[in-house]
């Protein structure tokens, strides 16, 4: 039996991916969440006695080690972090505070024969671009905020266990992963929860800043097989689709699909944190994930069929 540790399991990614995680018998997984912006709704509904939750906060050692130590996991996904662009920026100490989560893992990971841990870094690690697509190796990591500061900060620390401890990590930089579960922090869901209730639609300055969407299928079913496959082991990928779509045209886009009345909101521009454009080159993944990507279009469809997303905004 695999035993397996979710950290932010009761979040966006990492209850999905638990999810797949139980519906194999063989894997027993223990997640783990201060429910600071995890919540427990998102979590697995049918009854079965291969997962159990904790409730825990990984940047205190008292909380996470007797998980940790209790266990001996075979596998960590560090999926725990504070995220959301106003959340970050409002709450930078917060943010900040993530690197002792992941120190706090990684050390625990080391001592209890961890076999690999994946981690959960992000586009943001990239900054304002210099150069597209934004290859995992060759592009230039430019960031400045301190969400993107800390995601290269535990990227630098698995490539450093990994020299000196030879623990073994798989570095997952997601590009704006969306589906049932996401919150309305983030663009797509809150974009689509405004739709569908008819409200306005709001957007940080012009809407010209373009980005990448990944359905959420897409994203796990390419986490799952660097699992089970090992693949890209001590190594990173991006993780989203290249296909490029700006705010502004996303917005258009949710209020064609939902035959919504939402009227477009001009706000002023965010002080930061807003890239003008980010594009993954998503070779690896598509390698790995052996199967077209579904298309922005497909993706909403099935938020819009999804009946714990309609719940989750009051519908």
């Known amino acids: 039996m695999n035993k397996i540790l979710v950290t932010g399991g009761a979040g966006n990614i990492g209850s999905a991916l638990v999810e797949r995680l139980i519906s194999i018998p063989t894997n027993y997984v223990v997640v783990a969440d201060n429910l600071s912006t995890g919540f427990l709704s998102k979590l697995p509904k049918a009854e079965k006695d291969n997962w159990t939750f904790v409730k825990a906060d990984v940047n205190k050692f008292d909380e996470i080690s007797p998980v940790m130590n209790a266990h001996k996991f075979d596998y960590v996904f560090h999926f725990a972090a504070v995220v959301g662009v106003m959340r970050t920026q409002k709450n930078p100490v917060s943010v900040l505070n993530d690197i002792n989560g992941i120190r706090n893992v990684l050390d625990l990971s080391r001592d209890t024969s961890v076999k690999r841990v994946f981690f959960s870094s992000s586009s943001e690690v990239y900054g304002e671009p210099v150069s597209l697509p934004q290859h995992e190796h060759t592009t230039p990591l430019n960031s400045r905020v301190p969400y993107a500061v800390v995601k290269n900060v535990g990227e630098s620390y698995c490539k450093s266990y990994n020299l000196e401890y030879d623990l073994n990590y798989t570095i997952f930089r997601f590009f704006n992963t969306y589906g049932p579960n996401q919150s309305t922090d983030f663009v797509v869901a809150r974009f689509l929860a405004a739709a ?120």
Do not use: W
């Open 196 to 315: 569908l209730k008819n409200q306005d639609i709001t957007i940080y300055g012009d809407g010209s800043q373009t980005r990448t969407f990944t359905y959420i299928d897409d994203t796990i079913d390419t986490c799952l097989k660097c699992l089970y496959d090992n693949l890209h082991t001590n190594d990173v990928i991006n993780i989203g689709s290249d296909k490029l779509c700006s705010v502004l045209d996303l917005a258009k886009l949710i209020i064609k699909q939902t035959n919504s009345q939402s009227k477009i909101i001009h706000l002023s521009p965010l002080d930061e944190g807003d890239m003008t454009r980010r594009q993954p080159d998503n070779s690896k993944m598509l390698k790995v994930l052996g199967r077209p990507m579904a298309t922005l279009e497909m993706g909403i469809h099935k938020m819009i069929e999804s009946k714990y997303f309609l719940s989750s905004i009051g519908l």
